[in-house]
């Protein structure tokens, strides 16, 4: 269904808010009154988006001479890595998900497709909370197989593929939706983590939506991302494109504490899914993922491992290389990864993975009990307390492409230690703050303290993944 115009005049400064507030409000109105105009920019990034993606693959990879300026090879390499997943990651604990809802391609393309859709009902399976985790796991490893970073052909596999597969739902499942956004996107999950930080947010007020007449069907909207508005609390899965806006005289964008929803609302609705996605994912496989290339360790694992196998007289596994679709596989640019490479990479993360997961859940564990009997629903929300010091990593990590990048046309960005130094302990400070909230709705004095000291020794042991990788070697 197209949607309608809001119930709310338009434009209109609501009863009782400042200046700022009344600002949003009239700019979430804006939003869900110019759909054409929104709809005209998504298409101009779709554009944009399908010939970065697709025309790279089938040109020549770039000569040393090329640059980002002349190349449109560099050019795509750049746009992808090192602006748009960096400072997508930052918008989101900025202004929310309004990437999602007011530019992302898939998005665009999956709700497109889906007004042709079978409109099948999503089936249980596709609703299963672990995707957001297996998705980023897979794709994050995979792109690393085929470096992605890299080369145009990954990049037309990885994001194509995921393009691709984000119609092919549209197709089937849901009517005007965006059915795949909502549970299979490969970083729906990180995105929607991210966005519990952030200042504003589409909020709704209950009462108000309660008290107000029925509104004619002429005047309801259309939620893409299928959430439930009327019981919206927080902002992780909201797309902020403004439909609701409005809606009832009770749904208007707005200010909040970036620190409100991780303190006051995540704590009831525990998800293990997410929990696992920060833990496993966002502050475990995603250091092995950016760390391994440039690892001792890896490099001191993987010799003893060749030197094993040559001399009980098995060197296939050092020999052997695989499609450029299953390993990098570059002979003429010398960047070619064997199966020893390969599977070295793959124990390499999943032990990061593994390791740190289970030592970072472990610390949460305590900080759970130093607030009393073991609570599950505690301890998912001490995860959520994690959240700044995750983002940060995963900023951190893709950043550093944006550096490589830069530095690789001779531009040399100053202060770059120094940035990241304040960023980390910014983060850092900003976990400890909430975990001491987070702690104190469930204890006082000597657990509270207790409790936010494990949470500290989380931070700290997720901090030193970057450590290593930025400062050490």
Not at 58 to 67: D, E, N, V, W
Not at 70 to 91: C, E, H, K, M, R
Not at 251 to 279: C, F, K, M, W, Y
Not at 377 to 395: D, K, M, W, Y
Request: aromatic letters at 10%; glycine letters at 10%.
């Amino acid at each position: 269904m197209t949607p309608q115009p809001i119930a709310h005049p338009p434009g209109l400064p609501r009863p009782g808010l400042g200046r700022i507030d009344a600002g949003l409000a009239r700019l979430g109105d804006w939003l869900g009154r110019h759909l054409r105009t929104v709809r005209a920019l998504q298409w101009a990034v779709v554009a944009v988006y399908l010939v970065l993606v697709a025309v790279p693959a089938f040109l020549p990879l770039p000569g040393r001479s090329a640059q980002i300026w002349t190349d449109l090879t560099l050019a795509a390499q750049f746009a992808f890595w090192g602006i748009w997943w960096p400072f997508v990651l930052v918008s989101m604990a900025v202004v929310g998900r309004a990437w999602c809802g007011l530019l992302c391609p898939e998005g665009t393309l999956t709700e497109a497709a889906s007004r042709w859709s079978l409109g099948r009902a999503v089936p249980r399976w596709l609703s299963w909370g672990g995707w957001p985790f297996v998705a980023f796991a897979g794709t994050t490893v995979y792109g690393q197989m085929v470096s992605v970073y890299g080369y145009p052909k990954p990049v037309l596999v990885v994001l194509g593929g995921s393009t691709l597969a984000a119609m092919a739902v549209g197709l089937v499942y849901g009517r005007n939706k965006r059915v795949w956004c909502r549970y299979l996107c490969p970083v729906n999950g990180v995105f929607a983590v991210l966005a519990k930080l952030a200042p504003v947010s589409f909020q709704v007020d209950g009462r108000t939506w309660a008290a107000s007449p029925r509104p004619a069907r002429s005047e309801a909207f259309n939620c893409a991302p299928l959430v439930p508005v009327r019981t919206m609390r927080g902002a992780g899965a909201c797309h902020m494109c403004g439909r609701c806006s409005g809606y009832r005289g009770a749904v208007r964008l707005a200010r909040r504490s970036p620190n409100h929803e991780i303190v006051h609302v995540a704590g009831t609705e525990p998800d293990a899914g997410q929990s696992a996605l920060i833990l496993f994912g966002m502050m475990g496989l995603a250091v092995g993922a950016f760390q391994w290339s440039s690892s001792p360790w890896f490099v001191s694992a993987k010799q003893a491992l060749a030197t094993w196998l040559i001399e009980r007289g098995t060197a296939w596994p050092l020999e052997t290389t695989l499609p450029w679709w299953v390993l990098t596989n570059y002979p003429e640019h010398n960047d070619v990864l064997s199966l020893l490479d390969g599977t070295m990479l793959i124990a390499y993360v999943a032990a990061a993975a593994l390791g740190l997961g289970l030592a970072l859940a472990a610390l949460v564990a305590l900080a759970t009990r130093a607030l009393g009997t073991w609570s599950w629903p505690r301890f998912h929300h001490l995860v959520q307390t994690l959240i700044p010091v995750a983002g940060c990593g995963l900023f951190l990590g893709l950043s550093a492409l944006t550096v490589g990048f830069l530095r690789g046309e001779r531009i040399d960005v100053p202060f770059v230690p120094e940035i990241r130094a304040l960023l980390l302990a910014g983060a850092c400070l900003w976990t400890l703050r909430l975990a001491y909230a987070v702690a104190g709705l469930s204890g006082r004095g000597l657990r509270r303290l207790s409790a936010t000291a494990a949470i500290g020794a989380a931070t700290a042991l997720s901090s030193a993944g970057w450590v290593l990788m930025f400062w050490i070697w």
